[in-house]
């Protein structure tokens, strides 16, 4: 395959996968009016109910400018081959291939935070504002992004270390080498996740001895759930969102409760919520993600393999020969259809995860603390009770509020 022809279809992925999504976007938008079904009668009051298609319909309209903003950016660097300029100019200066790849990938990610910092404030500052939920400072917004970076260059490093020394060492068999580094680096990052990257941002404060410990405590002693850390987040001090989750595998895990969701629900609605996540483990969901989502890396990093070593993938990009820098931008791009169909499987997954845990809060707990809490998360996230299908198909990890209720009532 000649390198023009790879450029023509990596551009007809690119415009296709925009185009895709750009349609379910405004499918979604549209649907915002049609009429709700009346088992979600009482979400929402008709006041908020319509701040809630307003806050919808602008980031709808804000994510519309912000995608084709970078649509079209990406699309001159592709037809003016801006990415094999930048290597060979960096080439040019200096030969080491991990300051070659630093600089390389450092400079287009500088370069994409800069053009896309006006339109995070703006997404921050005046659409999260004013629908009330923005609690950050100008302060805070910016060493949260100076924080960000340092820890993507931390990681950008090590990863890139580790491809070099894969390349170097098995040549095209690399990427055995690189996936069974990249299981070791997922699975401990989601074991010391909330003890490493977390308390960079946020405070973690383990939860008060009281009524709502107790309450969690004893439903997890009912259930033979073994638990010692309760987290509380400070997550107010950015947005008034709430959530809770888990973080951790075996005998590390923990509970992060937002100090949001405390504040707004009552002790047994948090019973409900933690029961559903207890329900995450007992049916085994996160081992089960994990290794899907080594399946899923091992076969990316083997096709990748035949893009990093052809040099006319390079060459399209305005590269010279082969280079894995080039050939991991056009690799992603070419990657976008077989991404999409991984994307709608694994949120298919995702999707009955969410439903087994709802079942075992059904079973274990009271079901209408549980819908209780989902319509007021709903409500107070302002979130779309009214999404299109096909929204739902492509883009959901977790059913539509309706769906969730109709399935307590089978
Ligand atoms: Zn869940």
């Known amino acids: 395959m000649s390198a023009n022809?790879?450029?023509?279809?990596?551009i007809v992925f690119y415009i296709v996968d925009f185009l895709i999504e750009q349609l379910v976007s405004f499918l979604d938008?549209?649907?915002?009016?049609?009429?709700?079904n009346p088992e979600l009668k009482g979400v929402y009051d008709e006041d908020k109910y319509a701040k809630s298609l307003k806050y919808n319909h602008q980031r709808y309209l804000f994510g519309l400018f912000k995608n084709s903003f970078s649509f079209i950016i990406l699309l001159l660097c592709l037809l003016y081959g801006v990415f094999g300029?930048?290597?060979?100019?960096?080439?040019?200066?200096y030969q080491n291939?991990?300051?070659v790849s630093?600089?390389?990938?450092?400079?287009?990610?500088l370069f994409s935070e800069i053009i896309s910092l006006p339109l995070s404030y703006y997404s921050t500052f005046v659409i999260e504002h004013k629908f009330g939920f923005n609690k950050t400072n100008l302060k805070t917004f910016l060493t949260d992004k100076l924080k960000s970076?340092?820890?993507?260059?931390i990681i950008g490093t090590l990863i890139f270390s580790v491809l070099i020394f894969s390349l170097g060492y098995l040549g095209k068999n690399f990427w055995v080498l690189f996936w069974v580094f990249s299981v070791l680096f997922t699975i401990f990052i989601s074991e010391f996740y909330t003890v490493l990257i977390v308390p960079i941002?946020?405070?973690?404060?383990?939860l008060e001895d009281g009524d709502l410990r107790d309450a969690i405590k004893e439903f997890a002693n009912k259930v033979n759930f073994k638990i010692d850390n309760i987290f509380v987040i400070d997550s107010s001090r950015r947005s008034s969102k709430s959530n809770a989750y888990f973080s951790g595998l075996g005998k590390?895990?923990?509970?992060?409760?937002?100090?949001?969701?405390?504040?707004?629900h009552t002790k047994e609605e948090i019973v409900a919520i933690i029961a559903h996540e207890i329900g995450h483990y007992k049916h085994k969901h996160t081992i089960k993600g994990l290794i899907m989502s080594f399946v899923q890396t091992g076969f990316i990093l083997y096709l990748l393999s035949f893009a990093i070593f052809n040099s006319n993938v390079s060459i399209a990009l305005g590269g010279t020969g082969i280079s894995y820098n080039l050939g991991l931008i056009a690799f992603g791009l070419l990657f976008s259809p077989i991404s999409l169909l991984f994307g709608i499987l694994s949120n298919f997954l995702s999707r009955k995860f969410e439903y087994e845990a709802d079942k075992y809060v059904d079973l274990n707990y009271e079901t209408t603390h549980f819908i209780a809490a989902l319509k007021k998360l709903y409500s107070d996230n302002l979130s779309n009770i009214n999404p299109h299908k096909l929204n739902v198909f492509l883009n959901y990890s977790h059913p539509t509020l309706l769906q969730r209720i109709m399935a307590f009532k089978k």
């Open 149 to 153: 970076m340092l820890i993507a260059f």
């Open 5 to 10: 022809f790879i450029l023509t279809v990596i």
């Open 201 to 206: 941002f946020n405070k973690l404060l383990p």
């Open 29 to 36: 938008d549209k649907n915002n009016n049609a009429s709700i």
């Open 252 to 264: 590390k895990k923990k509970i992060v409760i937002y100090d949001t969701l405390i504040k707004n």
């Open 97 to 99: 291939k991990l300051i």
């Open 102 to 109: 630093i600089c390389f990938f450092g400079i287009i990610f």
């Open 85 to 93: 300029n930048i290597e060979t100019m960096i080439m040019s200066a």
